[in-house]
């Protein structure tokens, strides 16, 4: 898909609607992980050269439709902020109503408004038609900055585009570009490593059988689908410890010896609880496997990230993407929602 980007965009002095994920890890209101927020900088930093209002859209957790105070962006706002200190960075504590239609009013070019977290109000999940409407309503184009998320139809994602013109951000951009001509340009042995404990990523596993070699099944999925130990055709899947917070030593072997005979190992979900320091063996075993492997390598998840980063081995992938799920939905079948909804430049 020939993706619209901003640079197509007639977008100076005006009101940018910008969609990002700024979903990210936090405890008492501190920061841990800031990549996801420095993952929108280059396209903020542009909207503002071009002297635009930008009006940041994010969600954070999972709040289920309910204001959450814990999973308020506040904190994010603050810590924006902080990053780019010649910018002024306002917060409004609704989504739409008085204060945020206050500061819009008083909002002068080249500022940053963030809304509250969007999931707060259940029709962001529920893709209300309505809703996005009211959301297009806030400014004057839109730019998703948020793959990560856009194989969601949510509100903010498919429905936004239908009322504004539209474009990718430029990391978004990068994202479809790099896993499209790696969906095409794969070297085989191709090996998929899937783990963690979100079972709807399953779902791509018939699609994979018919691209790649290997699919190699960890975290507490096994367990979850009760196929411990089997092996289906491509599809291996790990046997679990005892307490099942681990993938066996056996296992990790097994996969280790397949790992290394790849020459394009993607992966997607630790093999083990890994933010628990005693149930770390499995993807320390898996890590350092595909760190040794003569291949190209690529990551993609939240967990897997930052269990990357806590080994100490993001220089030794040659891309990891912001996107865990819509990762996954890319390479099975060449797109997401989020990109289908954004205009393309020959409309």
């Not at 841990?32 to 009006?55: G, P, Q, W």
């Not at 239908?162 to 990391?171: D, E, N």
């Not at 070297?187 to 899937?194: A, D, E, N, R, Y």
């Amino acid at each position: 898909m020939n993706l619209r980007t901003i640079k197509d965009l007639e977008i100076d002095n005006k009101t940018a609607l910008l969609r990002v994920n700024f979903d990210v890890p936090q405890t008492d209101g501190k920061i841990l992980d800031d990549t996801r927020i420095n993952n929108s900088f280059e396209t903020i930093r542009y909207l503002l050269s071009k002297n635009c209002k930008v009006i940041i859209l994010s969600h954070l957790g999972r709040p289920k439709g309910s204001i959450t105070p814990q999973l308020s962006l506040k904190s994010v706002a603050f810590k924006l902020q902080e990053m780019i200190p010649y910018t002024k960075v306002n917060f409004s504590t609704e989504i739409f109503g008085l204060t945020t239609q206050e500061f819009i009013k008083n909002m002068r070019n080249a500022e940053i408004l963030l809304l509250e977290n969007l999931r707060f109000d259940p029709h962001e999940e529920e893709n209300s038609e309505e809703f996005a409407k009211m959301l297009a309503g806030l400014g004057d184009f839109y730019v998703n900055e948020a793959f990560a998320v856009s194989h969601r139809k949510h509100a903010s994602i498919v429905g936004i585009p239908k009322f504004l013109p539209s474009s990718a951000g430029f990391a978004f951009l990068r994202e479809v570009e790099t896993l499209s001509l790696l969906k095409q340009n794969a070297q085989k042995p191709i090996v998929i490593i899937l783990g963690g404990k979100k079972q709807d990523k399953l779902r791509f596993t018939e699609t994979f059988s018919n691209w790649a070699d290997q699919i190699l099944i960890g975290g507490l999925l096994p367990r979850i689908i009760g196929k411990e130990g089997q092996v289906n055709g491509k599809v291996t899947f790990a046997a679990l410890t005892a307490d099942g917070k681990d993938i066996t030593l056996e296992s990790s072997d097994k996969f280790k010896e397949i790992i290394i005979g790849g020459k394009t190992i993607i992966w997607n979900g630790t093999m083990d609880l890994f933010e628990d320091r005693h149930n770390q063996a499995g993807t320390r075993i898996i890590a350092s496997s595909i760190v040794e492997a003569n291949a190209k390598r690529y990551a993609g998840g939240g967990d897997t990230t930052s269990a990357i980063k806590q080994l100490n081995l993001t220089d030794k992938f040659d891309y990891i993407s912001s996107g865990g799920g819509a990762m996954l939905e890319m390479l099975a079948f060449g797109k997401i929602a989020g990109m289908e909804a954004l205009q393309t430049k020959n409309e």
